[in-house]
């Protein structure tokens, strides 16, 4: 049994064929980083193999929808698994959702050093180094069923360290059971760890974000395991554009001038924080005070968009500020409710739909016949809790913004 010190690199959820979404409209200086953003961020793992003289490379799935991407994606990772070969580095790929086995183009051939899990049952395969066993392998590609079955995966009976590569969602507490020493995982875009020490459960994540919820440095982990077979994971950042959600809060003292300066100390902040780096940032700005309904109301809001944009969004590298929005209360003030004015009236109709979730809002009576027919019809229904929740605390926030000019002054 060997156990001399080694490292490999772990990634997921490449999605070559899903460029970022999230901007309703993608400015002309951006467009290229768009489209390329996932090949970039993927051809940055490879780099990082060969860079930190990985012993091998476990993809754990949802790398590219071939159909979607056409040739240009199976080409793409033709090549850079060449790259890896000239090295005598092995990948070992373990399909998702995206990507099972038989979806791969006949027409193209895959390098020698990749291997592909099966759909359906779980193989294994022993990883040498000059000769010698070095780790085991077990991994398959993903069935039908979302949630991964712990049993299927066995550790080495001869105690080499021993890695489980599969995609889809787990029990921390199955999988720990189970004395795999590293559980690859795929299926999440954001990277997590399940548990660790002495064994490992880990999603890599994406190597790119791909929407504004996937916020934060994306790349791919580095597993660097010693004599004693502990494994201890590394992000290695990939991401060629990176996703920011920030948020500020003002007061009942907060003017514009006071906002425009959080802003701008903020953003050069961030800009410092990743430099060569891409940023598209979604600010919400949250508290309370007057400043928060002329964000809501007019055109304030807008205006410090468009001050951001043209200040920080053009680069080299660009800044982009994606949106600017007001964090909405939790609740308004309770007095309200009981108060005999136009905005009582309003906030306690409101409140009549959010007790009685059965009663029907009714939403489609102010949309003409051929609205109706067209894609608005079906988002009138809001068959969701959350949705309706949503919907009817932003309805009365709206009420309340606007008919409190009715209010005596005291």
């Not at 802003?263 to 928060?292: C, F, K, Y």
């Not at 059965?358 to 009576?365: D, V, Y």
Request: include cysteine; proline fraction near 7%; aromatic fraction near 8%.
């Amino acid at each position: 049994m060997s156990n001399w010190p080694f490292r490999f690199v772990h990634a997921s959820d490449f999605h070559l064929e899903l460029p970022p979404l999230g901007l309703a409209e993608v400015p002309d200086h951006l467009r290229e980083l768009f489209i390329e953003a996932p090949y970039w961020a993927a051809e940055r793992v490879f780099e990082t193999v060969l860079a930190e003289e990985a012993e091998l490379l476990v993809l754990s799935g949802d790398i590219l929808d071939a159909q979607r991407t056409g040739p240009r994606g199976p080409l793409f990772l033709v090549e850079q698994f060449g790259r890896l070969a000239e090295r005598d580095i092995t990948v070992y790929w373990a399909g998702g959702q995206a990507d099972p086995p038989e979806a791969w183009p006949p027409a193209i051939s895959l390098p020698q050093n990749v291997y592909r899990f099966p759909r359906g049952r779980v193989e294994q395969f022993v990883h040498e180094h000059d000769g010698m066993p070095l780790l085991r392998l077990m991994g398959v590609s993903r069935d039908r069923q979302r949630t991964i079955r712990s049993s299927d995966f066995d550790p080495d009976p001869g105690g080499l360290f021993s890695i489980a590569v599969v995609h889809g969602t787990a029990e921390a507490a199955a999988l720990e059971a189970r004395a795999v020493h590293y559980w690859a995982l795929g299926g999440r875009h954001d990277r997590s760890t399940l548990f660790r020490s002495p064994r490992v459960a880990h999603y890599s994540g994406s190597p790119q974000g791909h929407r504004a919820e996937e916020h934060g440095a994306h790349g791919c982990t580095l597993v660097e395991v010693d004599q004693e077979r502990r494994a201890r994971t590394s992000l290695v950042p990939t991401d060629a554009m990176r996703w920011l959600g920030e948020r500020l809060v003002v007061d009942e003292a907060t003017t514009r001038d006071d906002l425009e300066t959080l802003l701008r100390e903020r953003m050069h902040t961030l800009v410092e924080s990743a430099p060569q780096m891409d940023l598209l940032i979604s600010w919400t700005v949250a508290g309370g005070g007057p400043l928060l309904a002329q964000l809501r109301r007019g055109t304030l809001g807008t205006e410090l968009l468009e001050w951001l944009r043209g200040e920080y969004g053009f680069g080299p590298p660009a800044a982009w500020s994606v949106s600017l929005e007001v964090e909405l209360p939790s609740s308004l003030p309770p007095e309200w409710y009981e108060q005999e004015t136009i905005r009582g009236d309003f906030l306690r109709g409101i409140r009549s739909f959010e007790i009685s979730l059965a009663e029907p809002l009714e939403l489609e009576s102010y949309l003409r016949e051929e609205h109706l027919a067209g894609t608005l019809g079906p988002a009138m229904a809001l068959p969701e809790k959350a949705a309706r929740q949503r919907i009817l605390r932003e309805a009365a926030l709206l009420g309340a913004d606007l008919l409190t000019g009715e209010e005596p002054k005291s």
